[in-house]
C-alpha cells in the first residue's frame, strides 16, 4: 500500500511538472503506467552487461559494485528532455560528491544503439564535463541496450521524430540493485536535486554488515548520512540531533534489549558473583 502510494505521488508530480495544453488525458494515463511499471524494477539488480564508453573502453556494471552510483538513459539526437536528466547530474555532481563524502559515479547510457557510436557519445559528454573518471557515457549492441533498459523498467519507444521515452534517473546501491528511480520534469529541478541527495544517501546506508561495524569511520560517515537533514536556507544538509538520538534509541531497543533478556540469566549470575566479590575485597582491606 506504501509503494503504491509512492508511486501515485510520482507520477502526480511528474505529471504535474510536464502539463501542457497539448498533453491529453490519456497520455497522462500512459505515463502513470509507465512510471509504476519502472518501479517493478526497484530492488532488482540488473545483469552484469558489457558497454562501450566514451573512449572506447569496455567495461561492465560490476565494476560499480559498492559504490555510490547512479545511471541515466538518453540519445544524443534528443531535442531537450534527455539534456535535461544530464544537466541535473551536471549541476549537482559536487554537490553529491560533498555531501557524502565520497565521489558519486554516473554511468550515462544510449539507448539509440543504431546512431549514438562511441565519438559521438564522447562529443555529447564533452557537453557535461571535462572529467571522465567518474562519469562515462556510454553505448552498446542491441541485445545489450535492450536487456538493460527492460531490467531498469525504462520505457522508449521510436517515432519519425526521435524517441518518446520516460523521465527517469536511476540510483543504485551498493550492492548493485536498483534503489530508487527519480522521475524528472521540467521546472523542478530542486525537487529532482534533492530526491537524488536524498536517494543516494539511503542507497549508502542501507546495507551494512559485520565488516561495516568494524570498520569504525565507514559507520561514522553512514550514521552522518542517516541523520542529516536539508536545510534551504543554506542549500545543505546538515546533522539533526533529534535524528540521532532516535537512531541510538532504536538501536537500543532493537538489539541491546533483547540481549539483555536473552542473557538475563548469566547476566544476573555475574553480576551477583561480582558483588560478592567486591565485598570480599572491602572487608579485606
Given amino acids: 500500500m506504501k509503494k503504491a502510494l509512492s508511486f501515485l505521488i510520482t507520477a502526480f508530480l511528474l505529471l504535474t511538472n510536464n502539463s501542457s495544453a497539448n498533453v491529453t488525458s490519456q497520455d497522462r494515463i500512459k505515463q502513470t503506467e509507465l512510471i509504476i511499471t519502472a518501479n517493478e524494477s526497484i530492488g532488482k539488480k540488473p545483469g552484469d552487461h558489457s558497454l562501450l564508453d566514451q573512449d572506447g573502453n569496455r567495461f561492465s556494471l560490476s565494476e560499480y559494485v559498492g559504490k555510490p552510483l547512479i545511471i541515466n538513459f538518453i ?3 534528443c531535442s531537450h528532455v534527455c539534456h535535461i536528466s544530464t544537466a541535473i547530474l551536471a549541476g549537482i555532481r559536487d554537490d553529491m560528491t560533498r555531501e557524502l563524502g565520497q565521489n558519486v559515479h554516473i554511468i550515462t547510457v544510449s539507448f539509440d544503439y543504431e546512431k549514438d557510436t562511441v565519438k559521438r557519445m564522447k ?3 564533452g557537453n557535461f564535463t571535462n572529467d571522465f573518471r567518474y562519469w562515462r557515457f556510454a553505448t552498446g549492441d542491441k541485445k545489450t541496450i535492450e536487456r ?3 531490467e531498469f523498467g525504462f520505457s522508449y519507444q521510436k517515432t519519425k521524430d526521435g524517441f518518446d521515452h520516460i523521465n527517469m534517473i536511476s540510483v543504485m546501491d551498493s550492492k548493485g540493485k536498483i534503489y530508487k528511480n527519480v522521475f524528472y520534469g521540467t521546472g523542478d529541478n530542486d525537487r529532482t536535486d534533492k530526491e537524488l541527495i536524498e536517494s543516494l544517501k539511503g542507497a549508502l546506508s542501507s546495507n551494512v554488515n559485520a565488516d561495516d561495524i568494524l570498520n569504525f569511520t565507514l559507520l561514522i560517515n553512514r550514521l552522518k548520512l542517516i541523520c542529516s537533514d ?4 543554506s ?3 546538515k546533522l539533526n540531533y533529534y535524528y540521532l538520538i532516535g537512531y541510538i534509541l532504536l538501536t537500543i531497543l532493537c538489539f ?7 542473557w538475563w540469566k548469566e547476566i544476573s549470575s555475574l553480576a551477583v558473583r561480582f558483588t560478592s566479590l567486591a565485598f570480599r575485597i572491602f572487608r579485606i582491606s
Fill in 230 to 233: 536539508y536545510d534551504p536556507a
Fill in 235 to 237: 542549500g545543505t544538509y
Fill in 256 to 262: 541491546i534489549v533483547p540481549i539483555i533478556f536473552m
Fill in 148 to 150: 538493460l533498459t527492460e
Fill in 75 to 77: 540519445y544524443t539526437n
Fill in 123 to 125: 562529443e555529447y559528454g
